[in-house]
């Protein structure tokens, strides 16, 4: 599963092949959207953001296309004119002079009117987006500070995509680790300096690996979302059982919680 810096890896890749460039060809599969081709005929595409796992691709007439390719949905990069030879089926085609982004099996597809993005169900329902680079440390303490965040465990906290949006898995690790904080401890018992950490680290660690470029490919996690690089974002205990911590030496031990497997330094992290 990709989290936020995949996710939003993958979106720059899409956003650089059409982004700026007038829209030559407009289709959509769903007969609702039909009315929107012509609409959109030799528009711009002037952002495409990841906001979670959706996608919003936002046009210079007004108009937002939110997608979320859910479990089967992929964005394609073509030449303009060229489709690729797939049995998936093409859902929406957004072409240029130049390229083509080509949505294939996504179902959650809509299109709104750009003020009124914010209230899709969706976008309703998750946090704010660690890689906002609006979003402080401060609101961070703050949200962990809410009732309905305070009295939960970090381990799945950290995972709620209702707490803080693009968050994951490998991240989870990392950050805890970044913030010397165990996994079973609740944000209600952590005092100031702990959690203000605890905010920093929830936000740098995404930043850093997103602005990196790649992390070590990791089993489980899907390849072709990763790249391996000598300079990239380096994890320093997910998926290192058995290695010793880079801050301790103490082994990194793994765990499950919430399901998914966690990896920790028991001394550093308190
Ligand atoms: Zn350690």
Same mark, same amino acid.
């Given at each position: 599963?990709?989290?936020?810096?995949?996710?939003?890896?993958?979106?720059?890749?899409?956003?650089?092949?059409?982004?700026?460039?007038?829209?030559? &060809?407009?289709?959509?599969? /769903?007969?609702?959207?039909?009315?929107?081709? #012509?609409?959109?005929?030799?528009?711009?595409?002037?952002?495409?953001?990841?906001?979670?796992?959706?996608?919003? =691709?936002?046009?210079?007439? @007004?108009?937002?296309?939110?997608?979320?390719?859910?479990?089967?949905?992929?964005?394609?990069?073509?030449?303009? !004119?060229?489709?690729?030879? =797939?049995?998936?089926?093409?859902?929406?085609?957004?072409?240029?002079?130049?390229?083509?982004?080509?949505?294939?099996?996504? #179902?959650?597809? #809509?299109?709104?009117? #750009?003020?009124?993005?914010?209230?899709?169900?969706?976008?309703?329902?998750?946090?704010?987006?660690?890689?906002?680079? =609006?979003?402080?440390?401060?609101?961070?303490?703050?949200?962990?500070?809410?009732?309905? /965040?305070?009295?939960? @465990?970090?381990?799945?906290?950290?995972?709620?995509?209702? /707490?803080?949006? @693009?968050?994951?898995?490998?991240?989870?690790?990392? &950050?805890?680790?970044?913030?010397?904080?165990?996994?079973?401890?609740?944000?209600?018992?952590?005092?100031?300096?702990?959690?203000?950490?605890?905010?920093?680290?929830?936000?740098? &660690?995404?930043?850093?690996?997103?602005? =990196?470029?790649?992390?070590?490919?990791?089993? !489980?996690?899907?390849?072709?979302?990763?790249?391996?690089?000598?300079?990239?974002?380096?994890?320093? &205990? /997910?998926?290192?059982? !058995?290695?010793?911590?880079?801050?301790? @030496?103490?082994?990194?031990?793994?765990?499950?919680?919430?399901?998914?497997?966690?990896?920790?330094?028991?001394?550093?992290?308190?």
């Amino acid at each position: 599963m990709p989290e936020g810096p995949e996710i939003r890896r993958a979106a720059d890749r899409i956003a650089a092949a059409v982004v700026g460039q007038p829209l030559r &060809v407009v289709e959509f599969a /769903f007969p609702g959207l039909k009315h929107y081709e #012509s609409a959109l005929l030799g528009r711009r595409i002037e952002s495409i953001t990841p906001r979670g796992k959706a996608l919003l =691709t936002r046009f210079d007439c @007004g108009l937002t296309l939110y997608s979320h390719n859910q479990l089967y949905g992929v964005w394609r990069v073509a030449s303009a !004119g060229e489709r690729p030879a =797939t049995t998936r089926s093409l859902r929406v085609a957004l072409e240029t002079a130049r390229k083509a982004i080509l949505l294939y099996s996504a #179902s959650d597809v #809509s299109i709104w009117r #750009s003020e009124e993005i914010e209230q899709h169900p969706f976008l309703q329902r998750i946090g704010p987006d660690v890689l906002d680079a =609006t979003l402080q440390p401060e609101a961070v303490a703050a949200r962990l500070a809410l009732p309905r /965040f305070r009295g939960r @465990g970090l381990a799945a906290l950290l995972l709620d995509q209702g /707490f803080l949006a @693009g968050m994951g898995n490998y991240l989870r690790s990392e &950050v805890l680790f970044e913030a010397g904080i165990a996994p079973d401890r609740r944000p209600r018992d952590l005092d100031d300096a702990e959690r203000a950490r605890l905010a920093e680290a929830l936000l740098a &660690v995404p930043r850093r690996s997103y602005l =990196t470029r790649g992390v070590r490919k990791a089993r !489980g996690l899907r390849a072709d979302y990763l790249t391996d690089t000598a300079e990239g974002f380096r994890f320093r &205990v /997910f998926d290192r059982a !058995g290695e010793p911590c880079p801050a301790c @030496g103490e082994m990194v031990t793994r765990t499950e919680a919430a399901g998914r497997r966690l990896y920790a330094c028991d001394r550093c992290q308190r």
